[in-house]
């Protein structure tokens, strides 16, 4: 079977082995690691003097996917935010995981045989019994959430990149992106329980929306252009919940505000200010992703707090959140700058090139799309949209939707380089989609010029340092090693 003729199937089987290899990997992984928090969370014995075993011995398999900030989590989803520093994680991926917990009950009366059956098999792989305990429960479903949500996320950049390239030969590019997705950096990341795989299939669906609204903007239909705004801007808030750095994607409600604005002078109409209302309330709906959980904190420590208020209660912005990085976490500007740290920005340099070189790529119009996909997209929208802008030679939807998509990812890019732990970007890049674009782009043009053979073939080495960075990530991970 050729990938291209069933490309949703052969993505299915490609993401199975990909993810049973890392799988294996981290269950193979010959150590516990430094830390014990993983068999202290999960309620084994300290210490055994008796045999002299640590509590890692005993440490069921599942436990070697719940490894550094996925001990937070888990903790979250089982009894709420308790510390502060735990503000810093965010609540969208918990909840999810706690309300899926609890469903179990409504599942089992529904189909119990086939739940008996699945429960069976799982806990005694993954436990090495067939008892489970709530938290161990928990556990299964946030592995489960986290890998299946990253699938979606594959799913959904295929379609993202046959909606933003609407021409006939993208559904090579479509397949090669989505590839590069399912052999991301994040890796282990997208298996254990952290929110990166629910926000990476949250953010792409925005884009989609965000897209599909750029097309009926071409199309002049601009009651379904508004409406799909808000729909994203709503997504997009969600997003925001499970990672922080989701409201990022403010910046394409505020570009394409700007935008119009720009064009009040010389013409004012009812649909530049419908269009400007619905760009106003999408942009607020992904700030209530950050804003809400700010405001649950700040009643609990604040207002309702039986002791005194915390400092951060009478900053002039009174943020959980920024209060937890900074003191807890030892976030912010040029704070990661020092010379200990100068190997983790070492491991972070190939990620950051990707994400600046495709950025800087799509907001200046160069690299991406070229003279002839220019015109080949222009014709094939002049055959799907007959009433739309495509008559004006300097059309090109990609490059809409480039120049808008790399404006969160550069701006990420560099918040990591100043302010960031700098190594989280080889997990975090994992929700934005212009570098996968550029990277599919240059392999596709370098097999059409017949180098794709070299020895210096860039597009080459950057898949297989992905491939071999996150086998080696995935042992070091169930080991409770660095990095992470």
């Not at 990938?3 to 799988?23: G, M, Q, R, V």
């Not at 929110?195 to 989609?208: K, V």
């Not at 732990?421 to 240059?442: A, E, F, K």
Request: hydrophobic share 50%; proline share 5%.
């Amino acid at each position: 079977m050729r990938p291209l003729e069933s490309p949703l199937l052969s993505l299915l089987l490609t993401f199975a082995l990909w993810k049973t290899l890392l799988l294996v990997v981290a269950l193979c992984s010959p150590g516990p690691g430094y830390d014990t928090s993983t068999a202290l969370i999960l309620g084994l014995p300290s210490q055994d003097t008796s045999h002299h075993a640590s509590p890692t011995a005993q440490l069921p398999r599942i436990g070697k996917l719940v490894r550094w900030d996925a001990i937070y989590f888990v903790k979250i989803v089982e009894r709420g935010y308790l510390f502060e520093q735990e503000w810093a994680f965010g609540s969208g991926y918990a909840k999810t995981v706690a309300v899926l917990s609890k469903g179990k009950k409504v599942i089992r009366s529904y189909a119990a045989r086939l739940m008996d059956l699945l429960d069976l098999a799982i806990e005694t792989f993954l436990l090495g019994s067939t008892t489970v305990d709530p938290l161990h429960l928990r556990i299964i479903v946030a592995v489960t959430l986290s890998n299946a949500a990253h699938l979606l996320s594959v799913f959904f950049l295929y379609c993202l990149t046959r909606i933003v390239f609407p021409i006939r030969a993208a559904e090579n590019l479509a397949f090669l992106s989505a590839s590069l997705h399912v052999f991301s950096p994040a890796a282990i990341f997208l298996s254990a329980p952290y929110g990166e795989g629910l926000f990476s299939a949250l953010s792409f669906l925005g884009y989609i929306l965000y897209a599909t609204s750029l097309q009926h903007d071409e199309r002049r239909l601009w009651l379904r252009r508004d409406a799909l705004v808000l729909i994203s801007g709503l997504v997009f808030g969600l997003a925001t919940m499970v990672r922080s750095n989701g409201i990022l994607n403010g910046a394409l409600f505020l570009y394409d505000a700007f935008a119009t604005l720009a064009c009040f002078p010389h013409h004012i109409s009812l649909r530049a200010l419908t269009r400007l209302m619905a760009l106003g309330v999408g942009g607020i709906l992904v700030a209530l992703g950050m804003i809400i959980p700010q405001w649950i904190a700040y009643k609990e420590y604040c207002q309702l707090a039986e002791k005194a208020p915390r400092p951060w209660c009478s900053r002039l912005v009174p943020s959980i959140y920024t209060w937890a990085q900074d003191n807890y976490w030892n976030v912010g500007p040029l704070r990661y700058w020092t010379v200990s740290n100068i190997p983790l920005f070492l491991l972070a340099v190939p990620v950051l090139g990707l994400l600046l070189v495709s950025s800087l790529s799509a907001i200046l119009g160069v690299d991406l799309v070229d003279d002839r996909e220019v015109v080949k997209q222009k014709q094939f929208a002049e055959e799907r949209l007959p009433v739309s802008t495509t008559a004006d030679p300097g059309y090109n939807f990609a490059e809409r939707c480039l120049r808008r998509f790399a404006l969160p990812q550069i701006i990420l890019a560099l918040l990591v380089v100043v302010v960031y732990h700098v190594q989280i970007v080889t997990r975090i890049c994992s929700g934005y989609v212009v570098w996968y674009w550029w990277l599919g782009i240059m392999m596709t043009r370098q097999y059409k010029n017949g180098v794709a053979g070299t020895p210096w073939n860039l597009p080459r080495m950057v898949i297989r340092w992905m491939i071999v960075y996150g086998l080696v990530q995935g042992g070091l991970f169930a080991s409770f090693l660095p990095p992470a």
